[in-house]
């Protein structure tokens, strides 16, 4: 299984950018998706997870408003897209998969993309 991230890099406060994540070799609508973020120092928290039959969506409060998650099965492609971003939103972004078909189901991690937030 690889979840490859990409789309991260430097943006001015305001600005937005698109995160992709490819996936393979896996059944991609067996799985949860989600975005997770680390800043340093900090521990890695949830960003946005979306469900694989009925696209609910759930979002950290801190990014409501501002960030929008989706999947496209037929491409097997999670996507983050990020508006109006923030200093505080600098961190390195993570790719989740989590197997639903099953409990304790097999979890997998992308290796990260950069997100760097400064004037």
């Known amino acids: 299984v690889q979840l490859v991230e990409s789309g991260g890099g430097l943006v001015q406060p305001g600005g937005s950018l698109r995160l992709s994540c490819a996936a393979s070799g896996l059944t991609f609508t067996d799985y949860q998706m989600s975005w997770y973020r680390q800043a340093p120092g900090k521990e890695r928290e949830l960003v946005a997870t979306?469900?694989?039959?009925?696209?609910?969506?759930i979002y950290s409060d801190s990014v409501k408003g501002r960030f929008t998650i989706w999947r496209v099965d037929a491409e097997r492609t999670l996507y983050l897209r990020m508006n109006n971003l923030k200093p505080q939103d600098t961190a390195v972004y993570y790719c989740?998969?989590?197997?639903?078909?099953?409990?304790?189901?097999?979890?997998?991690w992308g290796q990260g993309t950069q997100v760097t937030v400064s004037p």
């Open positions: 979306i469900d694989d039959f009925n696209y609910r969506r």
């Open positions: 989740h998969a989590r197997y639903i078909r099953a409990i304790g189901g097999a979890e997998y």
